[in-house]
């Protein structure tokens, strides 16, 4: 996989600003209990979860959930490590 440069982005004021608050969405099987387990990854991590943020959406059928939360990062590792750890659950899918 190649490195993204957010080097241009920077000096255009673009991109992400640590340190910040960001949103994370782990989508996963709607039996894998998402809705808790997701802040706690993130607080496993040491972020701080907007706990007031959490929401989630089920699939049309059912088997799905999608879970959203903000949380605070200092660094772009930080959030990074957030969407590798979330992504390291068996019962998440993937993260946007």
């Known amino acids: 996989m190649q490195e993204i440069d957010f080097t241009q982005a920077k000096r255009d004021g673009k991109g992400f600003v640590f340190p910040g608050e960001f949103e994370i969405t782990a989508m996963g099987a709607a039996d894998a209990d998402l809705k808790t387990r997701v802040p706690q990854i993130l607080e496993g991590l040491g972020?701080?979860?907007?706990?007031?943020?959490?929401?989630?959406?089920?699939?049309?059928?059912g088997n799905f959930l999608s879970v959203t939360v903000s949380f605070r990062c200092d660094t772009r590792e930080?959030?990074?490590?957030?969407?590798?750890?979330?992504?390291a659950d068996p019962g998440i899918r993937y993260t946007l």
């Open 78 to 87: 930080q959030y990074d490590a957030a969407h590798a750890a979330l992504r």
């Open 47 to 61: 972020l701080h979860v907007l706990h007031e943020t959490v929401r989630h959406r089920h699939s049309r059928e």
